[in-house]
């Protein structure tokens, strides 16, 4: 007696779930890293280096503490001509220099 035919329905079901995730699991890392790598990049280019650039799925956040209001905004600037800018967070505060 051989396996039911019902069983195979389920197994190839399954096995296109599993590999389905898989590749989608692949390629949201994939996509994560250039996007970090191209950013942070494009910041050293810049003269950049104190933001830290993390990403989460196609979200970049952009964290640091920027010396001025035109240094963030040349931070966000940068990473806009890299990924779109709706794709940004903003999480960088300004360091207070009236001391």
């Known amino acids: 007696m051989g396996i039911p035919k019902i069983f195979w329905n389920y197994f190839s079901f399954f096995s296109a779930a599993v590999i389905s995730v898989l590749i989608a699991t692949t390629a949201v890392n994939f996509v994560e890293k250039i996007s970090h790598d191209q950013i942070k990049k494009q910041l050293l280019n ?15 956040f952009l964290v640091g503490d920027a010396p001025d209001e035109a240094g963030r905004f040349n931070a966000l600037s940068l990473a806009g001509t890299v990924v779109d800018a709706e ?13």
């Not at 810049?46 to 970049?60: A, N, P, R």
């Not at 794709?87 to 207070?96: A, C, F, H, S, T």
């Open 87 to 99: 794709r940004l967070i903003d999480q960088m505060n300004i360091i207070d220099s009236s001391n």
């Open 46 to 60: 810049g003269g950049v280096d104190w933001v830290d650039v993390k990403t989460i799925g196609l979200q970049v």
